[in-house]
């Protein structure tokens, strides 16, 4: 598939069919994520891939935003350990978020549906995971790629609009788009 084509058909997909991920796919899909960019060569990721039933059921139960009925879930985590040290450690969010983006789009090219669910910051997240998955403090959990075949299909899309780009420098009096529509839906 064209990466073009695969960027714009990746969509969040909700709905997964009763069937196994296998693990050659799943180590497939890790390959691409520590391909990611990363500040300083840093690479803090960590993951943790859960495809065991019982632990998906306590993990779904665990996260309001995340009931999905997904065989696989690959926990994003970033290691303060390996982190960038000094004022740019925060860059590991950055670092994480691009090895997320890269499984999303490997596994939309394979066939693959995957819906990422945010961990960082929020606490009511990071903590119920941090417990089950038995996560020392100075690891912290970004997010959740949920993996599994799709059983929903979605139109390929992009957003792109004209009224978010600007060119040689910001025009601040432009009206933006986000004052004009409220935001509904997943966040
Ligand atoms: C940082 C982040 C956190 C997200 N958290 C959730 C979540 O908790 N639950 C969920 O169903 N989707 C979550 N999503 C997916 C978004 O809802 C989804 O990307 C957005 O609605 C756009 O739809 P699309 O992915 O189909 O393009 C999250 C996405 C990002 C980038």
Redesign the pocket.
């Known amino acids: 598939m064209d990466v073009i084509e695969t960027i714009y058909k990746?969509?969040?997909i909700?709905k997964y069919a009763n069937k196994p991920v296998e693990k050659d796919i799943i180590i497939t899909l890790l390959k691409a994520a520590a391909a990611a960019p990363t500040a300083a060569n840093c690479q803090p990721w960590e993951f943790i891939v859960i495809d065991e039933v019982e632990k998906l059921t306590v993990l779904r139960e665990k996260?309001i935003?995340?009931r999905?009925n997904a065989p696989v879930a690959i926990v994003v985590c970033g290691n303060m350990k390996l982190a960038f040290k000094g004022p740019a450690r925060e860059m590991w969010v950055q670092d994480c978020?691009a090895a997320?983006e890269n499984i999303l789009i490997a596994a939309t090219s394979i066939g693959l549906g995957t819906?990422?669910?945010?961990a960082y910051p929020i606490e009511s997240?990071v903590k119920p995971i941090k417990k089950l998955l038995d996560i020392p403090d100075y690891v912290t959990p970004l997010?959740i790629v949920f993996v599994g075949y799709p059983a929903e299909t979605?139109e390929a899309?992009t957003?792109f609009d004209e009224k978010r780009v600007y060119w040689q420098g910001y025009e601040p009096n432009r009206k933006h788009r986000s004052k004009d529509k409220p935001i509904t839906?997943?966040?």
């Open positions: 990746r969509r969040s909700r996260l935003f995340a999905y978020s997320i819906v990422w669910v945010g997240n997010g979605k899309r957003r839906g997943h966040y």
